[in-house]
């Protein structure tokens, strides 16, 4: 993690984490240009083909574009997608588990907080390395199971179950969470993304970070078990082969 990542960047990540529900173009906006940022640590992103998989509303369109790169997004749910209106312009419908891209079309394939969404997260994964170029990057981060936010709303009771953790919620608030463990949120490890990106012949795996965390505290990612508690949001950086 290069040192820009410092701990007040940290600190006002989560300041605007706080403010995802009410202010949700004020969160995304500070986590779309962090995550410029952190990808231009990486790859120089002008004048490249980004494809944002799950990228909701497109959130991250504009921060990319002011990059200097050509935006797609692919989102599967049509609210998601119209969430602020209109759907972003270069966004297809369509799941990341089966791109309708083409083999080494794009230069960056992004995603970020959609793998524990996703049914088959690690046929996602293999998707992402297919549709990047080779020497091009792919860029996958996501909250694991075990990570305080894990359980998102219902969380901190999904550390008793995902299925506990839901009834909960239903019982106390009558309504079923937006994140139903099973149907629209799974238990995904950092530990097997780790493992799908070293058992898959086409990437080199450059990274694995703690998201938000600074520079100084990249380290807890690559510690086993410690990782799947304390990293909050892990990103893997991966190089097509
Ligand atoms: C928490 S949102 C993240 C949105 C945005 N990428 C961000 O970082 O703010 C999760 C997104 O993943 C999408 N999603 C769920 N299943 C998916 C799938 N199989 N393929 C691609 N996206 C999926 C959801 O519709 C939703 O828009």
């Known amino acids: 993690m290069d040192r820009s990542a410092t701990f ?4 006002s990540l989560f300041r605007a984490f706080r403010l ?9 906006g500070v986590l779309a240009a962090d995550s410029i940022a952190q990808l ?5 992103l002008e004048g490249t083909t980004v494809l944002d998989v799950g990228g909701g509303a497109g959130y991250f369109a504009d921060a990319f574009r002011a990059a200097g790169t050509t935006y797609f997004g692919l989102e599967p749910d049509a609210g998601e997608m119209t969430a602020r209106g209109t759907a972003e312009p270069g966004t297809v419908r369509g799941s990341g588990e089966e791109l309708p891209v083409r083999t080494g ?3 960056v394939c992004y995603s970020s907080n959609v793998l524990e969404h996703v049914r088959r997260p690690w046929a996602m994964a293999d ?12 860029y996958l981060s996501y909250t694991p199971w075990l990570s305080p936010h894990g359980g998102h709303e219902t969380a901190p009771w999904h550390y008793l179950g995902g299925h506990r953790a839901r009834r909960r919620f239903r019982r106390r608030t009558g309504a079923e969470p937006k994140n139903r463990f099973g149907e629209s949120l799974f238990a995904v490890s950092a530990g097997g993304a780790v493992r799908w990106a070293r058992s898959c012949p086409d990437v080199d795996l450059l990274a694995v970070l703690p998201r ?8 807890v990612a ?10 909050w949001n892990v990103v893997l950086v991966l190089r097509r082969r």
């Open 222 to 231: 690559r510690v086993p078990g410690l990782r799947e508690f304390a990293s």
């Open 105 to 107: 079309a794009v230069d």
């Open 127 to 138: 998707e992402m390395v297919r549709v990047t170029r080779p020497g091009g990057l792919v």
């Open 212 to 219: 938000y965390h600074p520079w100084w505290a990249a380290w």
């Open 8 to 11: 007040a960047r940290s600190v």
């Open 20 to 28: 995802e529900q009410s202010d949700p173009e004020h969160f995304y």
């Open 40 to 44: 231009a640590h990486w790859v120089d």
